[in-house]
């Protein structure tokens, strides 16, 4: 599946977004809490830990379309690639 650089940072600036009281919209809300629910209990969400010179990287992340959890439940136009939301 190919990685579509608006949808990484459109997901990143909302997930930030949702870190500030206020600052994301009602909408994007409910529709990133409930892509969220979905994702964590999807079997496709994978642990992920790789060493990067000596600090260890640890990360949530789709098995299918490799986009960052959850960041991209937060991007607005992006689709699971298993069509559950």
Do not use: Q
């Not at 990484?8 to 892509?35: C, F, H, Q, T």
């Not at 979905?38 to 060493?51: F, T, V, W």
């Amino acid at each position: 599946m190919e990685v579509k650089i608006g949808h990484v940072v459109d997901g990143w600036i909302n997930y930030v977004k949702s870190k500030r009281p206020k600052m994301l919209s009602e909408e994007m809300k409910a529709v990133s809490d409930n892509r969220i629910s979905i994702c964590n209990d999807c079997d496709s969400l994978k642990y992920i830990e790789r060493k990067l010179g000596t600090r260890m990287i640890s990360k949530y992340a789709c098995g299918e379309c490799g986009c960052s959890f959850p960041m991209m439940a937060y991007a607005k136009r992006k689709k699971c690639p298993l069509g559950k939301w």
